[in-house]
T-cell receptor, first 112, second 116 residues
């Protein structure tokens, strides 16, 4: 059973609008949550993270929200740009297990 | 070279072949990882090496054999693979995860493996 789930395999958004990518998790013991971005033929690259004791972290156009009671996090990209088109992976880190657990990814397409 | 490099980028092999995947990190990290990404599935952690010792083996079949000769190099030796082993194999590195604190993992571009 997957501990980190991304239920939307794909998302299309118009340039300039907001992109919202969602992620759900089942393990309440995760310490950090992260978003990675992956372009074709490249490895995933770290985008933004949030500690489990926070509910929001912002970095430029990217904001991650954490709702611990719902075991849900989301990544907001605003405004979306065509260069943001990539696969976005949600991941969770457990300090006790010292491992990252990934979701299956969401393909974001930003239309010009 | 900078970051994390992987060779080869693409590999096609038969089920009776033996091949090796290579990963090299130029970031001064002391932990390295192998992940498997199958289509439409999450990245699956296969092996973790910290300070050149294997600290994690997530129930990976013995036909996959990792080797970490030093903190900069990681190999994945493959033999008698099955077609379902076809996937993207990603290497990553980070600072030592033993402390329990999160240290960002940096990924290589991956090796696209096809087993015929």
């Amino acid at each position: 059973d997957q501990q980190v789930k991304q239920n939307s395999p794909s998302l299309s958004v118009q340039e300039g609008r907001i992109s919202i990518l969602n992620c759900d998790y089942t393990n309440s013991m995760f310490d950090y949550f992260l978003w990675y971005k992956k372009y074709p033929a490249e490895g995933p690259t770290f985008l933004i993270s949030i500690s489990s004791i926070k509910d929001k972290n912002e970095d430029g156009r990217f904001t991650v929200f954490l709702n611990k009671s719902a075991k849900h996090l989301s990544l907001h990209i605003v405004p979306s740009q065509p260069g943001d088109s990539a696969v976005y992976f949600c991941a969770a880190f457990s300090g006790s297990a010292r491992q990252l657990t990934f979701g299956s990814g969401t393909q974001l397409t930003v239309l010009p | 070279e900078t970051g994390v490099t992987q060779t080869p980028r693409h590999l096609v092999m038969g089920m009776t072949n033996k091949k090796s995947l290579k990963c090299e990190q130029h970031l001064g990290h002391n932990a390295m990882y192998w992940y498997k990404q199958s289509a439409k599935k999450p990245l699956e952690l296969m092996f973790v090496y910290s300070l050149e010792e294997r600290v994690e083996n997530n129930s990976v079949p013995s036909r996959f054999s990792p080797e970490c000769p030093n903190s900069s190099h990681l190999f994945l030796h493959l033999h008698t693979l099955q077609p379902e082993d076809s996937a993207l194999y990603l290497c990553a590195s980070s600072q030592d995860p033993q402390s329990g604190a999160y240290n960002e993992q940096f990924f290589g571009p991956g090796t696209r493996l096809t087993v015929l």
